[in-house]
C-alpha cells in the first residue's frame, strides 16, 4: 500500500486545514486508517482513527476540533483540522493499518507539514 499526503501548509492560530491521504495498491476499505503526528523533539502520536467501518476516535488534544472521514470509491482519508493552534504544529503522517490472519500490516505516508503560526 502507497500512501501520499498533502495539505500542509502554514496557517494562522485559528484557522483551518484538511489534509488528504491517497491511498493505491491495497484494499483501502479493509484498513483502519489513522492520522498521526510529530512535532519537533516530541515522540510521534496518534491524532484521530477511522475503522474500515466508520468508527472514529480522537486524541483529547483534538476531541471537537479536528475530523476525520473517509471515502472508500476514492481512497482516500481525509483530516479537516479547525481552530488550530500552535501546538498543533508538526509532521502528519497518514497510516493504513490492519490485522490479517493474525499478522498486524501497517504503512505509512512520507508526511506533511502544518505549521500553525501568526
Known amino acids: 500500500v502507497q500512501l501520499v499526503e498533502s495539505g500542509g501548509s502554514l496557517v494562522q492560530p485559528g484557522g483551518s486545514l484538511r489534509l488528504s491521504c491517497a491511498a493505491s495498491?491495497?484494499?483501502?476499505?479493509?484498513?483502519?486508517m489513522n492520522w498521526y503526528r510529530q512535532a519537533p523533539g516530541k515522540q510521534r502520536e496518534l491524532v484521530a482513527t477511522?475503522?474500515?467501518?466508520?468508527?472514529?476516535n480522537y486524541a483529547d488534544s483534538v476531541k471537537g476540533r479536528f475530523s476525520i472521514s473517509r471515502d472508500n470509491a476514492k481512497n482516500t482519508v481525509n483530516l479537516q483540522m479547525n481552530s488550530l493552534k500552535p501546538e498543533d504544529t508538526a509532521v502528519y503522517y497518514c497510516?493504513?493499518?490492519?490485522?490479517?490472519?493474525?499478522?498486524?500490516?501497517?504503512?505509512w505516508g512520507q508526511g506533511t507539514q502544518v505549521t500553525v503560526s501568526s
Open positions: 477511522i475503522t474500515s467501518t466508520g468508527s472514529t
Open positions: 495498491g491495497g484494499i483501502f476499505s479493509t484498513y483502519a
Open positions: 497510516n493504513a493499518r490492519r490485522n490479517l490472519f493474525g499478522a498486524v500490516q501497517s504503512y
